[in-house]
């Protein structure tokens, strides 16, 4: 069994938080974690550790929490092509999985400084999130002999920033379907939630076309998978739930949806990672947006404890967990 912190490159090229997850008391749940996902991973690319260990640590994270999931939701995980990154299989259904990740541009962190959370809602996060997936559908994965006549399911989450991980699915998903959706309550307190077509989003004079499910091309992606929890702090929850370590504390707090009827805000969230007043597993804070325009269809709930955004003679539904975190910050404390 390898050690994806036994090193492949100099120590001087090590980043900075592939060293704190190694050496930090605080991560040591993290790295048991990590450890046990990797010796059932299979590195079909070859330089998954190099990537690991320097420039692409976020990234890398991502895909192993992916692994995670799959593994936890009891598909069998299927890694003997290069590309797509993941082939997964439940009750004799194939699903290929791509995953990518918002990074940060030069150009783009410029255009945004200085903008409203409205305006980077409606224009910077779109933009934000095209980029990447438009550049995938170029890859043109459903060429692929092993992809053809299957799903094909986009994974992304983004890294843009320190506090890209924390804006809910909300700006992806009004990309995704071209629309965005506005609320009122009616004078006997009934939510009524209200849909608009968008055309385009705009940040500093860069404009791109809005529906990614609409794009030429894009009729090939059956769904685009999103989360904000594949990271390193979730590695630390599971192997800190998971594990025995007396001298460490961990306090989570954040917001989740509030899934009551009429609910319109989100709820807060904070606990200790012990007692926390649910299970927590891979899959909280995952959503998948379906494509009404897809050749090869994903079936509704593939992927379980999963909250899933889809459309149904032209309306936007979602359907939500009963726990669904969509931002959330863990404090960690070492005794001495």
């Keep these: 069994m390898s050690d994806p912190f036994a090193l492949v490159v100099p120590e001087d090229r ?36 190099e990537q690991l260990q320097t420039t692409a640590f976020d990234a890398r994270i991502f895909e192993l929490y992916l692994h995670a999931y799959f593994q936890e939701a009891g598909f069998r995980v299927l890694r003997e092509h290069d590309r797509p990154d993941f082939i997964v299989e439940h009750q004799g259904l194939q699903v290929c999985i791509e995953a990518t990740t918002v990074n940060p541009s030069g150009a783009l962190d410029q255009r945004a400084e200085g903008l409203s959370l409205k305006d980077r809602q409606g224009g910077e996060l779109p933009i934000r999130f095209g980029g990447p997936l438009y550049s995938k559908l170029k890859k043109r994965y459903w060429d692929l002999p092993h992809v053809k006549g299957r799903p094909l399911v986009l994974a992304v989450e983004a890294f843009f920033s320190e506090d890209a991980l924390h804006f809910s699915d909300s700006a992806l998903v009004n990309y995704l379907f071209g629309i965005t959706q506005t609320f009122h309550y009616t004078p006997d307190g009934q939510l009524v939630v209200q849909q608009h077509p968008v055309e385009s989003h705009e940040v500093g004079g860069k404009v791109i076309p809005s529906g990614f499910f609409s794009q030429p091309d894009s009729e090939h992606i059956s769904a685009v998978m999103f989360t904000n929890s594949g990271t390193q702090p979730k590695f630390n929850r599971m192997g800190f739930i998971r594990g025995n370590y007396p001298n460490i504390s961990m306090i989570r707090v954040g917001k989740y949806y509030d899934i009551t009827p009429n609910a319109s805000e989100p709820l807060d969230l904070k606990f200790d990672v012990k007692q926390a007043p649910y299970q927590e597993t891979y899959g909280n804070g995952l959503s998948i947006a379906l494509n009404p325009n897809a050749r090869v269809p994903l079936p509704r709930d593939f992927f379980p404890g999963a909250a899933q955004h889809y459309m149904d003679q032209g309306t936007l539904y979602t359907d939500t967990p009963e726990f669904h975190p969509f931002v959330s910050v863990t404090m960690v404390f070492v005794k001495e």
């Design 14 to 49: 090590a980043c900075e938080a592939f060293r704190t997850t190694r050496d930090n008391p605080g991560a040591a749940p993290a790295k048991a974690e990590i450890c046990r996902i990797f010796q059932t991973f299979h590195d079909a690319d070859g330089n998954f550790l």
